[in-house]
């Protein structure tokens, strides 16, 4: 299993698209919205959140993570002076819990101890990757309604 990343292409958007709408399946699978409504609010809100990110990120590292060249998710990354931050991974539900992700934020780790710089990510308080986040080593340092923030550094302690 070959596991890497690459740079996002407009050519991902339905890709893109695909991978968000996972994030928001449990929830609206309790809405009594016709098909055509949940692909319209789907569509909606993966546009509002890219424009989002790209409008107030424009440095970010917007990437597709590949498993044997097929794309299974997504990671954004953020390189601020003093922090890395991972705005987004995401896989697709059928490859999660299959040891993809892991290597890929331990890489990133790996870069924050490099450069002496603290690893971050939101988290929601009920997402079952926090988890993942607290076995690796990160610490909440701030709850935000029900997102926590986590943060890794190389020392085991929080910069905040």
């Known amino acids: 299993m070959k596991i890497s990343v690459r740079d996002a292409t ?3 958007r339905d890709f893109l698209k695909q991978v968000y709408a996972s994030t928001r399946a449990d929830e609206l ?11 319209a609010f789907i569509e909606f809100q993966h546009k509002a959140q890219d424009d989002y990110y790209h409008q107030r990120y424009p440095h970010a590292q917007y990437s597709v993570i590949t498993q044997d060249d ?7 990354i953020l390189r ?16 999660r ?13 790996e870069e924050g101890k ?10 929601e308080s009920f ?17 935000e309604g029900f997102n926590l923030l986590f943060e890794w550094t190389s020392s085991g302690n929080s910069s905040s």
């Open 10 to 12: 407009p050519e991902d």
């Open 29 to 39: 699978a309790m809405m009594p919205w016709s098909p055509e409504q949940k692909e």
């Open 70 to 76: 097929i794309p299974v998710g997504r990671i954004y």
């Open 80 to 95: 601020e002076p003093n922090e890395i931050r991972m705005m987004d991974i995401t896989l697709l539900p059928e490859h």
């Open 97 to 109: 819990g299959q040891g993809i992700g892991t290597p890929l934020i331990r890489e990133v780790m």
């Open 114 to 123: 490099r450069e002496g710089k603290a690893v971050q990510i939101y988290v």
């Open 127 to 143: 997402n079952r990757s926090r988890t993942l986040f607290e076995r690796l080593g990160f610490m909440p340092i701030r709850e």
